[in-house]
C-alpha cells in the first residue's frame, strides 16, 4: 500500500468514525429523553469509542505527514431502540468493515503501526457485532416490550 492509499484509508476511516460518533450521541439523547437510560448509555460509549477511533486515524494521517480529511457521511436517526439495533446489525453485513479492514491489514507488512491501530478496530468492532448479537437475541427471546423495560433507568 502506497503513503497516500494509507492516508486515504485512514482520512475515510476518521470521517466516518467522525460521523458515526455524531449520530451515536443523538441517539443517545433521543434514548435518554425516552427514559431508555441503560441504552442511552450505550449510545453514549459507542459515541465515545468512534470518536476516539476517528481520533487515532487523524493523528496517524498527520504522523504520516498527510493532510488530514474533513468530511461527514450522512447517518441515519432511529427513535426507535430496535430501529437502531437491526441497522447496526445490517450495517456490519452490508460494508463488511471487518473484512476490508483485514485485507487492508495484509497490505500493511512494511508499517506496524498502522497495522496494530486498524487490528485494535478490529477488536472493537467485533465486540461491539457481539453486543449487537447478545441484544438482539435477548428481544428475540422476552420480546421487544420486555427489553425496553430492561432498558429505562433507575
Partial sequence: MTLEEKIKMLNDYAVGWYSSSQADYIHE?????QG???????????????LEEARKCTARVVSLGGQ?????VEQPLFCEIKDLLKDWD???????????MENEIANLADDSI???LLEGFIECEAEHRAWV????????????????TLQLGD
Fill in 90 to 100: 445490517d450495517g456490519f453485513r452490508e460494508f463488511k468493515g471487518v473484512e476490508r
Fill in 114 to 116: 498502522t497495522r496494530k
Fill in 68 to 72: 488530514p480529511a474533513i468530511g461527514y
Fill in 29 to 33: 439523547a433521543i434514548f435518554r429523553a
Fill in 36 to 50: 431508555f437510560v441503560k441504552f442511552a448509555d450505550r449510545c453514549k460509549e459507542e459515541g465515545d469509542e468512534e
Fill in 133 to 148: 448479537a447478545q441484544h438482539m437475541g435477548i428481544i428475540e427471546r422476552i420480546g421487544y416490550e420486555n427489553y425496553l
